[in-house]
């Protein structure tokens, strides 16, 4: 029905990993793993953003001398 492809999660997998997420954390725990996921990859984001910025501006230095 569904062609895997590489670097995507399939729907029936999908449900697979949430249904064993709630059978070991339970419905009280996901909401919190949730929002610390959330938070993780902001600062992720964020961070990295940040190096990019950093570089761009070393780069932008190093042209002008």
């Given at each position: 029905?569904?062609?895997?492809?590489?670097?995507?999660?399939?729907?029936?997998?999908?449900?697979?990993?949430?249904?064993?997420?709630?059978?070991?954390?339970?419905?009280?725990?996901?909401?919190?793993?949730?929002?610390?996921?959330?938070?993780?990859?902001?600062?992720?984001?964020a961070?990295?953003?940040?190096?990019?910025?950093?570089?761009?501006?070393?780069d932008?230095?190093?042209?002008?001398?």
């Open positions: 029905m569904f062609e895997p492809v590489i670097g995507i999660i399939a729907p029936t997998t999908a449900i697979i990993v949430l249904v064993i997420a709630l059978i070991l954390f339970g419905p009280g725990k996901l909401p919190e793993l949730g929002k610390s996921l959330g938070r993780g990859i902001k600062e992720f984001k961070a990295t953003t940040e190096e990019e910025k950093k570089e761009e501006n070393k932008n230095q190093n042209e002008t001398e």
